[in-house]
């Protein structure tokens, strides 16, 4: 028997991410693999599946599918990466990326979330995926996530973490937007690339976008 949530699930993966091009069969599948009802507040799960960002906690966002599902096409992911993802919302999509990536190290501060998402982790048997509160200064990433908007100084900070020719999404908020304190301000969405002497950096679209989640950088 189909469950009402898988029917959900699989409206919204063929729907909204087949809709937008997003159309690689590893990312469908991976998609599919995350049920977000399980891992959201009960409050939630009626817009689980809406493209909306979700306010979880204070300063704590669940991305919408569709952004994420635009971080993974501009990424082009490849399954030996080792990925670094900064805020982790409720975990779904750190799980995602443990089902296209070698390995995933999701930074959070929110003890609720990263014990209910180990929970899953440990019931659906999945070893490559990890919560953590801070992040060891040895440790180099083939691609880093930073889910929401930060300062340039964060972006400097994260970028030693790349190794070279290693790639980071981040989001600049314009520059009028500043002010902005009573809906989600207009942020630029970019893909910086770590060369062996310099950076550059790839403007993808503009879209609004919240804060990222307070850790430990």
């Known amino acids: 028997m189909i469950m009402i949530s898988e029917i959900v699930q699989r ?37 689980a ?4 960002h979700l306010q979880i906690a204070e300063q704590v966002y669940q991305a919408s599918p569709l952004l994420f599902a635009k971080i993974l096409l501009a990424l082009d992911l490849k399954p030996s990466e ?18 296209i990536v070698a390995h995933i190290d999701s930074l959070s501060s929110n003890a609720h979330y990263i014990h209910k998402a180990n929970r899953f982790l440990h019931k659906n048997n999945i070893t490559n995926c990890h919560f953590i509160t801070s992040v060891d200064l040895d440790n180099k990433y083939d691609v880093i996530i930073v889910n929401g908007y930060v300062e340039c100084e964060v972006i ?7 190794e070279p ?41 503009r879209i609004n976008i919240f804060p990222v989640e307070r850790v430990n950088i």
Do not use: W
Not at 31 to 37: A, C, D, L, N, T
Not at 86 to 99: C, R
Not at 156 to 162: A, T, V
């Open 11 to 47: 409206n919204m993966v063929l729907n909204q991410l087949c809709t937008n091009k997003l159309i690689s069969q590893k990312y469908i599948d991976a998609i599919s693999k995350v049920p977000r009802e399980k891992l959201l507040p009960e409050l939630f799960m009626s817009v």
């Open 49 to 52: 599946y809406s493209d909306n």
């Open 82 to 99: 080792k990925v670094l993802e900064i805020g982790s919302g409720a975990g779904i999509n750190s799980i995602i990326l443990a089902h």
């Open 156 to 162: 400097e900070k994260l970028s030693r973490f790349l």
């Open 165 to 205: 020719n290693g790639k980071m999404v981040v989001f600049n908020i314009m520059p009028n937007q500043k002010q902005v304190l009573d809906y989600l301000p207009l942020c630029e969405m970019n893909i910086v690339v770590k060369s062996y002497l310099n950076f550059s950096t790839q403007f993808i679209e």
